[in-house]
């Protein structure tokens, strides 16, 4: 049974950090592309940055560029968004996403653009608030 669960959400102030973790269990993580998402009250879900198997960054929102930093450790099957610099409009729940479907032939690698549709696991989010 596939499971992406999520921790480390919570509220904080304008400028403070969190770190959000993902722990997958049920399929094989070290050829996955991985990913977080996150969906603000009343709006559409965004993808906010992702890395391929390897631990190479393969995306990230220009709204994250520079505060967030996405990572991942294979041995323990966990996925990690370090979060600084947090401002209001990052509020919103974040969701773990994974896919092993492979990318022009290449399992583990992310595929652009970026796209919801791309992945076939999902946690159940957790969310973060940023007060100001």
């Known amino acids: 049974q596939v499971q992406l669960v999520e921790s480390g959400g919570g509220s904080v102030q304008t400028g403070g950090s969190l770190r959000l973790s993902c722990a997958a269990s049920?399929?094989?993580?070290?050829?996955?592309?991985m990913g977080w998402f996150r969906q603000a009250p009343g709006k559409e879900r965004e993808r906010v940055a992702f890395?391929?198997?390897?631990?190479?960054?393969?995306y990230e929102a220009d709204s994250v560029k520079g505060r967030f930093t996405v990572s991942r450790h294979n041995a323990k099957n966990t996925l990690y968004l370090q979060m600084n610099s947090l401002k209001p409009e990052d509020t919103a729940v974040y969701y773990c996403?994974?896919?092993?479907?492979?990318?022009?032939?290449?399992?583990?690698?992310?595929?652009?653009?970026?796209?919801?549709?791309?992945?076939?696991?999902w946690g159940q989010g957790t969310e973060v608030s940023v007060s100001s």
């Open positions: 049920g399929f094989t993580y070290s050829t996955a592309c």
């Open positions: 890395i391929n198997s390897n631990g190479v960054s393969a």
């Open positions: 996403a994974a896919t092993t479907r492979p990318a022009l032939g290449i399992r583990g690698y992310c595929v652009n653009p970026i796209k919801s549709t791309n992945f076939e696991y």
